[in-house]
């Protein structure tokens, strides 16, 4: 297990419909860069991969669907997104045999679902979200957004310039075992 003891960001934002969802997915699209990894956390139905949508729709990507039953999908664009779940993986060890890094080392855009099943996320150029229900309709999702290294800040300060009244907070370093920015 890496130590991730990185400077990191947050910024928290909530979407109130599937479109708000796709919309805030297109917002991070129009800012990633090669080689950025996002790792999504959420259950069920929470909105993974309508943000998937968003973000392969502003590189330039064709129609987008969960690859639950495939894995991994890779889309082409001017920068390709690799689109994988891991929902179906029984241990971290499948995950990892998964060969991530080559699609990152490639100058790709790695989008992963269920991403608390890989255990050796990258430590640098990394977005760390989590989507969750919150308020009493059941389209209300809370978004938690949190970068790891300069260049994944660097974007998240952008992202919450293009979304008015949000706030990018820092957060401090992260220090210790595991494979999560969060709790």
Not at 12 to 39: A, C, N, Q
Not at 110 to 117: D, I, K, P
Not at 139 to 145: C, D, G, L, M, Y
Request: glycine share 10%; net charge negative; aromatic share 6%.
């Amino acid at each position: 297990m890496h130590c991730l003891s990185h400077s990191t960001r947050r910024l928290d934002i909530v979407t109130f419909s599937e479109e708000e969802t796709r919309t805030l997915g297109m917002s991070i699209g129009k800012h990633s860069y090669p080689g950025l990894t996002i790792l999504l956390h959420g259950g069920l139905g929470m909105g993974k991969t309508l943000l998937t949508q968003g973000i392969g729709k502003a590189l330039g990507c064709g129609k987008i669907k969960s690859p639950t039953f495939i894995l991994i999908a890779e889309h082409e664009a001017d920068i390709p997104l690799i689109h994988a779940d891991l929902y179906r993986l029984n241990s971290h060890i499948e995950a990892d045999a998964l060969d991530f890094e080559n699609y990152i080392d490639n100058g790709c855009v790695l989008v992963v679902e269920w991403a608390e099943r890989w255990h050796t996320p990258p430590l640098k150029d990394t977005l760390d979200i989590i989507i969750s229900h919150c308020g009493e309709d059941d389209n209300f999702r809370s978004v938690t957004i949190r970068a790891l290294g300069k260049t994944a800040e660097d974007l998240l300060n952008a992202l919450s310039a293009d979304i008015p009244g949000s706030v990018c907070e820092k957060e401090g370093n992260y220090e210790g075992s595991g494979n999560r920015l969060h709790n």
